[in-house]
C-alpha cells in the first residue's frame, strides 16, 4: 500500500458546488497532517493544518477519519479561483526522546476544475 | 518579507554539464528540502537537511549533491551523471522538529525549471 494516495480527477464541478476528495495514508501512527493547494506551474502553499479529528476554515473543511485511515477535504460553494491541485501530506509521527527529521510525504495531489 | 528565494527561475543545461540551484530563505528556518516535481507527478525527495552542515539524501538522490554550510543556503547541484535533470525543482524549509512540538509544515520557494539544451 502506497504511502499516501489520492485519486488524481480531474473533478470537474460548476461554480457554487461543493466538492470533497478524500485521501487515504498507510501508517496509522501519523498524527497530524496538512493540505496543500499547487496551481499549474507554480510551488506548493500550505492551505491547511490538521492536528486533531479535523479543521475549518471558511469555505474548507478538512475531516480525519482515523479508524479507516482517511481524510477528506470538503470545499463548498466552489470559485473559480478554487481550480488547483491539492496536495494531501501525513505526516510521520513524533519519536519520544528523538529528534524527528521533518520529512513529509506528499501525495500525488487531485485536481479540481471549477466550471463557470 | 520573510522567505524563501529560488534562482533562476528558468535554467538550461548542456550535456555533461554541472548546473547549481540556488535556495536561500531568510525565515530562521533550521531545515530545508529540494524535491524534484515531474508533469503530472508528485514531490519526490531528493536531499533534506536539519540542521547547518549536515545533510541527508532523499529517495533519489543519485546524479545530484548538496551543500549546507550557512543556515540560509542550500544549493543544489545537478551533475552531468543526473541523465533526466528535466523537471521542476522545488526547494522548501520548515522549523526544527523538537520533541513533544508538532509536526511544521514547509513552506516553499517559487521553483527553477531545469531543462536539457
Known amino acids: 500500500r502506497k504511502e499516501v494516495e489520492q485519486d488524481p480527477g480531474p473533478f470537474n464541478v460548476p461554480e457554487g458546488a461543493t466538492v470533497a476528495f478524500n485521501c487515504t495514508y498507510s501508517n496509522s501512527a501519523s498524527q497530524s497532517f496538512f493540505w496543500y493547494r499547487q496551481d499549474c506551474r507554480k510551488e506548493p502553499k500550505l492551505l491547511m493544518s490538521v492536528y486533531s479529528s479535523g479543521n475549518e476554515d471558511g469555505r474548507f473543511t478538512a475531516q480525519l477519519n482515523r479508524a479507516s485511515q482517511y481524510i477528506s477535504l470538503l470545499i463548498r460553494d466552489s470559485k473559480l479561483s478554487d481550480s488547483a491541485t491539492y496536495l494531501c501530506v501525513p505526516c510521520p509521527p513524533l519519536v519520544s526522546g528523538s529528534s524527528n527529521t521533518g520529512k513529509l510525504i506528499f501525495g500525488q495531489g487531485t485536481t479540481l476544475q471549477v466550471k463557470p | 518579507d520573510g522567505g524563501i528565494t529560488q534562482s533562476p527561475k528558468y535554467l538550461f543545461r548542456k550535456e555533461g554539464q554541472n548546473v547549481t540551484l540556488s535556495c536561500e530563505q531568510n525565515?530562521?528556518?533550521?531545515?530545508m528540502y529540494w524535491y524534484r516535481q515531474d508533469p503530472g507527478q508528485g514531490l519526490r525527495l531528493i536531499y533534506y537537511s536539519q540542521i547547518v552542515n549536515d545533510f541527508q539524501k532523499g529517495d533519489i538522490a543519485e546524479g545530484y549533491s548538496v551543500s549546507r554550510e550557512k543556515k540560509e543556503s542550500f544549493p543544489l547541484t545537478v551533475t552531468s551523471a543526473q541523465k533526466n535533470p528535466t523537471a521542476f525543482y522545488l526547494c522548501?524549509?520548515?522549523?526544527?522538529?523538537?520533541?513533544?512540538?508538532?509536526?511544521?509544515?514547509?513552506?516553499f520557494g517559487d521553483g527553477t525549471r531545469l531543462s536539457i539544451l
Open positions: 522548501a524549509s520548515s522549523r526544527t522538529i523538537r520533541v513533544a512540538a508538532s509536526n511544521q509544515p514547509q513552506h
Open positions: 525565515l530562521n528556518h533550521d531545515a
